[in-house]
């Protein structure tokens, strides 16, 4: 546990808070930058539309809360009325506001209201007399935010016009330095500590710092010069301030209970104040009650509380107030290491505490996590032990579950699992009694389990799900149709994910059709709808064997999410780069690999931009496309370049496939085959047999529990893995591979021919190979004529995609044939083959 040493340095001399300072209702130092967002806003707010709703985003410490509240300001000097909303009084917004006033509704940390927010924006969505505006503030639109208007189409349009075109930036100040913002703030907060305004040399953060970050380096340099008097030039480094504010921060902690007169013997010894103070920022206690009761909950782990002095100590925790009075990037890092040095506190902290501080403990846990999925800090573990301590001792409660799960970021590789946990611990105590809200906790348990890899878990809630709303929708089409859709298309994805495409589209037509029918009433949201119906659908007839088919939606896809990307990037690039990605395979299935080049490279460019920013959502989306390049390039015969991409796609893999193998293990085997087919193309046979023998592995684990899904995946590998047998002449280890392949081929066939008879034809030619090597050349012949005959009914329907597969098949059978001296029938063979060869090269 972090202590203060005995006696304070020499000095110090500030009592009050000095993070305090930075509080933007406090509007110390004037606002800088941000012109651009501010300008949009005051667009927004004085466009003629009767209500509007706006979302403004960024990670913390970027000046979200700031930018809104000088905002207000700017409006409440142009005559509007500006409310700022506290948590737990939304039910009293609407009413605070005269009638007929034009009004501006701040509402900060958006995704932690629950309920009680989507009741106030269904409220203001229905009008007043006068000018509406609701202003809210959050790291994202995640799960919270997509959720307020699943059963409001109204509400959900004005949701969609109000997303942020992206979130707020780092740099405050494009094309500025550091150093100069620095010095700018320095002199306010000299002025309002009372001192001597000091000079500054900054070390600046490439690209940028954050408004918070500048703040704090601002208020250091004041600080040591109020603490060292003038000497010169001070040197402040932008990226560790927030550090150097939090010592400050401690020693005023200290002298705030030594003023209290509760240091020593009277309340509490110096080694129990870091605790205390932790344990008052994770529940945010709000009363002189509760703060008694936290005082005596966590003296049991924390040494140096007297008994008798829970009373004063707690009162003094109370004006501290941490919680709410310091920016969490200040303090929540000393709140973790100190849930780290004594594990005991957080327990103690919880075990007993009254359900609102659960909720804000759990919530305050969730956005630690949410910040910390970069990557960029090394404390991700403790917020995420902190934050399924607090899930543990968490009340069943519904609204409050789903909240904790709403601000929870998706998708997620870390935590899939865990809001999968929180979603069916709040369907559990859902009241059954309201279908529609009932089918949406069925929902968002079935899209949760889906995205932790439970498909086959997600299937039942999401059919029940469907289920009763069709019956609510009857009722009432306008409202839940749209819902309904949304329900249907998450089946579809769910079928799709457990190997059934057919069903799935059946599933995505239907959605796509209740859509249509909402999108005279509704077209704002019916636009995006049918953009991600049209993506799917492509998608699903590529896994279907139409590829032909598949081509139109799909490059239609591409068009409408590179039109809604250019105006909201943030909610609609991942999709752009998705279905980039899906068009590239598209176009290589079909034969058009150089044609497939531009959307693959397009796609991964894209994509690594995003896994940059967010490498927790991204991280899988980049290894889907690094394959898709890679054999894009492979295609082409580019084969080093192919390599690298494909040896990048595995690496990835590997670790999500490691933090979620229910989903992402299936994506493992299939990069371990591309790459090792990849590494036996360049002659690097042992290397890529050893790749696909692994591919091969994973997927028998795989198909024996899920054969629907697996079994074509199986196949494909070991018909990968019988080529690199056969190319290191191990012809009897080649046979079993390729032969296995092709019995399950041969059945998938009977079943779906479209789909699978591409994949049969080049299994029996391989085979034919793998016999004639054998001098089994009677069966070698007629394996041969048997995929030759398949070639021939596919290049029928796809001359460009099957036309070298054919000629290659009959160079197989002219070998085969010359081998039995069936020389005329050899020679037609050879002859076919170098005419189709030589319009391929044509």
């Not at 782990?301 to 008994?307: F, I, N, S, T």
């Not at 989903?663 to 790459?675: E, G, P, V």
């Not at 779906?752 to 299994?763: E, G, I, K, N, V």
Request: glycine share 8%; proline share 6%; charged share 25%.
């Amino acid at each position: 546990m972090s202590t203060l040493s005995s006696r304070p340095r020499a000095g110090v001399a500030h009592t009050t808070s000095p993070g305090r300072l930075l509080a933007p209702e406090r509007r110390i130092v004037p606002f800088v930058g941000r012109t651009a967002e501010h300008a949009s806003l005051a667009v927004w707010c004085t466009s003629p539309d009767p209500v509007g709703i706006r979302l403004v985003t960024g990670p913390g410490g970027v000046g979200k809360t700031r930018l809104a509240r000088e905002f207000a300001h700017h409006m409440a000097r142009a005559g509007w009325t500006c409310l700022n909303v506290p948590d737990g009084a939304e039910h009293l917004a609407l009413a605070l506001v005269p009638d007929g006033a034009p009004a501006l509704l701040l509402v900060d940390d958006a995704g932690t209201r629950g309920p009680a927010l989507a009741d106030l924006l269904a409220a203001a969505a229905r009008g007043r007399n006068g000018a509406l505006r609701v202003l809210l503030v959050e790291r994202s639109a995640g799960p919270w935010f997509d959720r307020l208007g699943t059963l409001d189409p109204v509400l959900r349009e004005l949701l969609e016009d109000g997303r942020a075109p992206a979130a707020l930036p780092d740099a405050v100040l494009p094309g500025q330095v550091d150093a100069r913002v620095v010095a700018a703030f320095a002199e306010p907060y000299a002025r309002a500590l009372g001192v001597a305004v000091p000079q500054v040399s900054v070390a600046s953060v490439p690209g940028g710092a954050r408004m918070l970050d500048l703040h704090a380096a601002a208020l250091c340099a004041v600080l040591r010069a109020q603490e060292q008097g003038p000497r010169g030039v001070l040197p402040v480094d932008v990226s560790d301030t927030l550090d150097e504010l939090l010592e400050h921060e401690r020693w005023t902690w200290f002298r705030s209970a030594e003023g209290a007169g509760l240091l020593g013997d009277a309340g509490l010894g110096p080694a129990a104040l870091d605790g205390l103070v932790a344990a008052a920022t994770l529940t945010g206690v709000r009363t002189p009650d509760a703060a008694e009761r936290l005082v005596r909950r966590v003296a049991a782990v924390l040494p140096g509380v007297r008994a008798g002095a829970e009373d004063a100590v707690g009162r003094w925790l109370l004006d501290l107030d941490p919680h709410r009075a310091l920016p969490g990037a200040l303090v929540d890092p000393h709140l973790l290491g100190e849930l780290t040095d004594v594990p005991e506190l957080l327990g103690a902290a919880l075990r007993g505490a009254g359900a609102p501080s659960l909720r804000r403990a759990a919530l305050r846990a969730a956005g630690m996590v949410a910040d910390r999925l970069d990557g960029r800090t090394g404390d991700l573990d403790a917020a995420l032990d902190g934050l399924g301590a607090a899930l543990a001792i968490l009340p069943d409660d519904a609204d409050t579950l789903r909240t904790v799960a709403g601000v929870l970021p998706r998708p997620s590789l870390t935590l899939g699992e865990l809001r999968a946990e929180v979603t069916l611990r709040a369907l559990a105590a859902t009241c059954r009694d309201d279908a529609a809200r009932y089918a949406e906790a069925l929902g968002e348990a079935g899209t949760a389990l889906g995205e932790a890899g439970r498909a086959a878990d997600a299937e039942p809630y999401e059919r029940e799900a469907v289920a009763l709303l069709r019956g609510a929708a009857e009722v009432d089409p306008d409202r839940l149709r749209p819902r309904l859709a949304g329900l249907l298309a998450n089946l579809g994805t769910t079928c799709a994910a457990q190997g059934r495409p057919a069903e799935a589209l059946r599933h995505a037509e239907e959605a796509t059709a209740l859509v249509r029918l909402s999108a005279a009433d509704h077209p704002g949201t019916a636009r995006f709808d049918l953009t991600v119906a049209r993506h799917t659908r492509a998608a699903l007839l590529t896994d279907l064997g139409q590829p032909s088919s598949a081509l139109e939606p799909a490059r239609e896809a591409e068009a409408l999410w590179r039109e809604l990307a250019r105006r909201r990037p943030d909610q609609c690039a991942p999709y752009l780069a998705r279905s980039l990605t899906d068009v590239a395979r598209v176009l290589l299935e079909l034969g058009f690999g150089a044609e497939a080049l531009a959307p693959a490279q397009e796609a991964l460019d894209l994509q690594r931009r995003l896994t940059a920013a967010d490498p927790d959502r991204h991280l899988p989306g980049l290894a889907d496309t690094l394959q898709a390049v890679g054999d894009v390039l492979r295609d082409q015969g580019r084969a080093e370049e192919a390599l690298a991409h494909l040896e990048q796609a595995v690496a990835l893999r590997r670790r999500t496939a490691l933090e979620n193998p229910g989903r992402y293990l299936t994506d493992l085997a299939r990069s371990l085959r591309a790459f090792g087919t990849g590494l036996s193309d360049v002659g690097r046979w042992e290397e890529g047999r050893s790749l696909q023998q692994e591919a091969v592995e994973v997927l028998r684990r795989l198909a024996a529990e899920d054969p629907a899904r697996h079994v074509p995946e199986l196949a494909e590998a070991l018909s990968a893995l019988g080529v690199t047998h056969s190319r290191l002449h191990r012809s009897q280890e080649a046979l079993d591979a390729e032969h296995e392949a092709a019995l399950v081929w041969r059945d998938l066939v009977d079943a779906d021919p479209q789909r699978y008879r591409p994949r049969l034809a080049q299994s029996l030619s391989n085979l034919g190979a793998i016999f004639t090597v054998l001098k089994l050349g009677d069966e070698a012949v007629e394996l041969v004529r048997e995929a030759v005959a398949l070639l021939r009914e596919l290049l029928a329907e796809n001359a460009a995609r099957y036309r070298p597969r054919l000629a290659e098949a009959l160079r197989t059978l002219a070998l085969t044939l010359h081998d039995q001296e069936r020389f005329d029938e050899a020679r037609r063979a050879r002859a076919e083959a170098q005419e189709l060869g030589g319009l391929v090269a044509a």
